[in-house]
């Protein structure tokens, strides 16, 4: 399998998660969703960061797809927050609704969503 295939499962998966979050009520149950999906696409990217890490990975779309997963990863971090909710607000849909907004502005952020769906369409 060569990088690209081996990306685009990945890729696809972010996008997924991605979806889910977008779409998601806000609700305690909701809650547990944007734990398990914002720590998924953490994961995800590191993986990404990781694996094109290597030298050998200098395309455009590579480097473009490693320079996004390294500043998301060591620029964002919810999980503190996330716990937090839970803990103290669980039950409020508006602080759920507010913590679930902040996560999909950071992957808007640079355009990342964006630019992960123009490279699942040119590989």
Not at 6 to 33: M, R, V
Not at 38 to 60: A, F, H, P
Not at 65 to 76: F, P, Q
Request: neutral net charge; proline residues 1%; hydrophobic residues 35%.
């Amino acid at each position: 399998m060569d990088i690209d295939e081996y990306l685009k499962g990945i890729l696809c998966q972010i996008l997924d998660s991605y979806k889910i979050l977008a779409e998601l009520d806000d609700t305690t149950n909701g809650l547990d969703i944007i734990k398990k999906e914002t720590s998924k696409i953490n994961g995800l990217l590191q993986v990404i960061n990781n694996k094109l890490n290597e030298k050998k990975y200098q395309s455009d779309h590579l480097v473009i797809l490693r320079k996004l997963s390294k500043y998301y990863i060591t620029t964002y971090d919810y999980s503190r927050e996330i716990e937090y909710v839970l803990e103290i607000y669980g039950n409020d849909p508006n602080r759920i609704k507010n913590l679930r907004i902040l996560i999909i502005n950071s992957l808007n952020d640079r355009r990342m969503i964006e630019k992960i769906q123009n490279i699942l369409n040119e590989i």
